[in-house]
């Protein structure tokens, strides 16, 4: 079956003044699928995503999502993408339940929150406040916050930043979930072995420009087969080998 594309990407610029963020790239994601959009601090990600999220505006290109131009009908892409942000906020005393219940009535959604609950494992939660709760705890809520509107197309910028291995499997696990239902997932993430599990093709953005767009594993096989070898190692690369070997930062300093 061929591939069909649910958001279209080309040319996308973002200038701040003089400095140029995105420098006029162009993909595709295709319904159904986990793409991943990887890079070092600064190298333009979140600036791309929170112009598709209609979050923010372009400076020049086009953006589809599911047939849709950004430009024309920017209310509508609203409708269908569900958004998790990197910090939310949640009013600290309204429990789980209370707080779905306030999502719905802003998404004029009727909504079922034990039905919700169930689908991050936090049923037994329903009745604790936002604050009391661990950090994979307040992740998964968030995230379940993001279906409420039965979106299309989720997108989850760095959901795993800060969680302790159990936690970010378990997020795995539910973003693998949610995969399965026929949602399309877009993620950001600075962990390239989350990347490597979870994401059916990825985008390496470093500089505003894309600089390799495949399969985890194509890009793998891509490096050993250049000649790749880790140092005092078996001849295997990871992901996270191909990143830094394209972008040549191991770790780059929030800006």
């Known amino acids: ?26 993909f595709d994601v295709y319904e159904g699928e986990i793409f ?15 112009i598709i999220e209609t979050l923010r505006e372009k400076t020049s290109g086009t953006v589809m999502v599911d047939g849709i131009d950004l430009d024309k009908a920017p209310d509508q892409i609203k409708k269908i993408i569900g958004v998790q942000l990197q910090t939310s906020g949640y009013y600290p005393g309204l429990n789980l339940t209370e707080l779905i219940e306030l999502f719905g009535g802003l998404y004029n ?15 037994d939660k329903a009745k604790a406040k936002y604050k009391e709760m661990s950090g994979g705890q307040k992740q998964r ?6 279906l409420i509107n039965h979106p299309k197309i989720i997108f989850l910028d760095e959901p795993t930043t800060g969680l302790d ?28 072995d989350e990347a490597e599990v979870l994401c059916d093709r990825v985008a390496i953005i470093d500089s505003g420009k894309i600089i390799a767009m495949d399969s985890p594993d194509k890009l ?31 770790l780059r300093e929030e800006s």
């Open 1 to 26: 079956m061929e591939n069909q594309t649910i958001i279209s990407v080309n040319n996308l610029r973002k200038k701040y003044g003089d400095f140029e963020a995105v420098k006029g790239i162009s």
């Open 36 to 50: 991943g959009l990887l890079g070092p601090n600064g190298a333009g990600k979140s600036t791309t995503l929170e």
């Open 109 to 123: 959604q009727s909504v079922n929150p034990m039905e919700l609950l169930d689908m991050v494992n936090l049923r």
């Open 141 to 146: 809520f968030s995230i379940a916050t993001t």
């Open 165 to 192: 291995p159990q936690a970010r499997r378990n997020l795995w696990d539910l973003v693998k979930d949610i995969r399965a239902k026929g949602t399309t997932v877009i993620i950001t993430t600075h962990y390239m």
């Open 220 to 250: 793998i096989d891509n490096l050993v087969a250049s000649g790749f070898e880790k140092p005092k190692e078996v001849k295997q690369a990871n992901l996270e080998d191909v990143f830094i070997n394209l972008t040549g930062h191991t």
